[in-house]
C-alpha cells in the first residue's frame, strides 16, 4: 500500500484526510510543528480509524530534519498542508508569511528532489483569484490575490509549474480550495482556531455553543441577493476525499495539474446563519459592520474539471456540514483543549 507524507497533518483539513487515508488503508507519517492544531487531531484519528499514525513534531523549514525522515521511510506522495492561512494576519505580517509558506515549500521540494519522491499534491487556495471577473470560477480565470496569504499561494504555483518544467519527472497536482466548513460526523474531529476565528463557519458555531456573544457580519451592501458576501462552502470530508481521488488520478509524469475543489453552489452569510440556526436549534445573534478589507462580494467554483479529471464531486451540502460542525462544537465546546 502507498506510503503518504502530509505535512501540516494534524491541521483542521489534514486531519480529515489522514482519517479519511487510514480508512482506505494508506500509510501515514505526518510531519507538523502543532504552530496551529494539536496532537489530540491524530489521537482521535487513530482511535476513530483503529490504526496508527506516525507523527513527527517539527518544523519543515528545517532540512536537516525533514532529510533524516526522508531517509528513514520511503514517501510515494506528499501532500504539501503545511503553512500559514490567515488572511488579515499575512496582511500585518507578511515577512512571517512569505518565509513560512514559501521557505518551507522549498525545502519540502528540495528534500523530495534528493530523495526520489515526485508525486506531490499541493494546498492551493481560491485566495489566488481575488476579486473573480466572473462567476462560477474556472481554472482559467487569471491569478490575482489580494493578500500576502494568496501571494505565497499563486508564487508556489508559480514554483511549482517551473519545477515540473525542468523535465524531472515531477507529477504535482495543485487544489485551489474554496470554502472548507463543517467535521467528521463523529463529531471527534472538527475545526479549532487558535483565538478569536477570522472564518465565518467556526465563529458562527462559538456563538450558538455560547463563547462569544454575537457575530459580526461584515458588509450586506454587497451586489449579491441578500446584499451578504456568498462563498463556496464545501464539506471538509468532500475535501479530505478529493486528495484521495488526486492520488488515485495523478498528474502525468511533467505535469502541472491544477483543479477548483468546491460545490459550485454559494451561499450569502444569512443563508449560513440560517442553515446554522436550523442544524443547531440555537439562534445566532448579529450585527452588521462594515466591509472587511480584501473581502470580494462574490466567489464560487466552477467545480468541472476536478470531476473530468479526478473523477470527484462534492456530496455533501450546507446542512450537512452545520450539522457535522455543530455535533463537534457541542461535544467540544472548547475545541481540542
Ligand atoms: P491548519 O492551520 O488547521 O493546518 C495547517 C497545519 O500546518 C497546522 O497543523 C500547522 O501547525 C502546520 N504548519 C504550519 N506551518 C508549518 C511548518 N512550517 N512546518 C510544519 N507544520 C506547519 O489549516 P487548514 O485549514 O487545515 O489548511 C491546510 C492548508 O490548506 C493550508 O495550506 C491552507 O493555506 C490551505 N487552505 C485552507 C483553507 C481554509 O479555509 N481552511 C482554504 C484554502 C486553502
Ligand atoms: N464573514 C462575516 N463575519 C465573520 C467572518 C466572515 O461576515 O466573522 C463573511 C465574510 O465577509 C465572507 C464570508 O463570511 O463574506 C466568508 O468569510 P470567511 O472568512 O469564512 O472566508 P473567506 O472567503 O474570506 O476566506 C476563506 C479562507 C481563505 C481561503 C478562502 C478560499 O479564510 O484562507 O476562504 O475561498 F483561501
Known amino acids: 500500500m502507498k506510503h503518504i507524507l502530509i505535512t501540516g497533518g494534524a491541521g483542521f483539513i489534514g486531519s480529515h484526510t489522514t482519517l479519511e487515508l487510514l480508512n482506505k488503508n494508506y500509510i501515514v507519517t505526518v510531519v507538523d510543528n502543532l504552530s496551529n492544531s494539536s496532537k489530540e487531531s491524530l489521537k482521535r484519528v487513530e482511535k476513530l480509524t483503529g490504526k496508527k499514525v506516525s507523527l513527527h513534531i517539527f518544523d519543515i523549514i528545517n532540512r536537516e530534519l525533514l532529510e533524516k525522515l526522508f531517509k528513514s521511510k520511503k514517501f510515494d506522495v506528499v501532500i504539501h498542508f503545511a503553512g500559514l492561512k490567515a488572511v488579515s494576519e499575512s496582511v500585518e505580517e507578511p515577512l512571517s508569511y512569505y518565509d513560512n509558506n514559501l521557505v518551507s515549500t522549498l525545502a519540502l521540494c528540495e528534500t523530495m528532489q534528493k530523495f526520489g519522491v515526485r508525486q506531490l499534491i499541493f494546498s492551493s487556495s481560491a485566495t489566488v483569484y481575488g476579486d473573480p471577473k466572473k462567476v462560477p470560477i474556472t481554472e482559467d480565470e487569471p491569478i490575482n490575490p489580494t493578500s500576502p496569504y494568496g501571494q505565497t499561494k499563486a508564487m508556489i504555483e508559480q514554483i511549482l509549474k517551473d ?68 462563498r463556496d462552502y464545501i464539506h471538509v470530508v468532500d475535501l479530505a476525499l478529493g486528495h484521495i481521488s488526486a492520488i488515485d488520478h495523478p498528474a502525468k509524469k511533467n505535469e502541472f495539474a491544477v483543479y477548483n475543489l468546491g460545490t459550485g453552489m454559494g451561499y450569502s452569510v444569512l443563508e449560513v446563519i440560517n442553515a446554522f440556526e436550523q442544524a443547531s436549534g440555537k439562534r445566532i445573534t448579529y450585527v452588521v459592520t462594515k466591509p472587511r478589507m480584501g473581502d470580494v462580494g462574490i466567489c464560487y467554483a466552477d467545480p468541472t474539471e476536478a470531476e473530468k479529471g479526478l473523477g470527484w ?25
Not at 515540473?164 to 482556531?193: C, K, M
Not at 456530496?315 to 465546546?333: G, H, I, M, R, Y
Request: aromatic residues 10%.
Open 313 to 337: 464531486r462534492a456530496k455533501k451540502t450546507l446542512e450537512d456540514a452545520c450539522v457535522d460542525a455543530w455535533f463537534w462544537q457541542s461535544q467540544n465546546p472548547n475545541g481540542y483543549n
Open 163 to 230: 519545477l515540473v518544467s525542468s523535465n524531472r519527472g515531477w507529477q504535482i497536482t495543485s487544489l485551489r480550495y474554496f470554502n472548507p466548513i463543517g467535521a467528521h460526523e463523529s463529531g471527534q474531529i472538527g475545526e479549532d482556531p487558535n483565538g478569536v476565528p477570522n472564518n465565518l463557519m467556526p465563529f458562527i458555531s462559538q456563538v450558538a455553543v455560547g463563547r462569544r456573544p454575537k457575530l459580526m457580519i461584515f458588509g450586506n451592501d454587497y451586489d449579491t441577493p441578500d446584499g451578504t458576501g456568498v
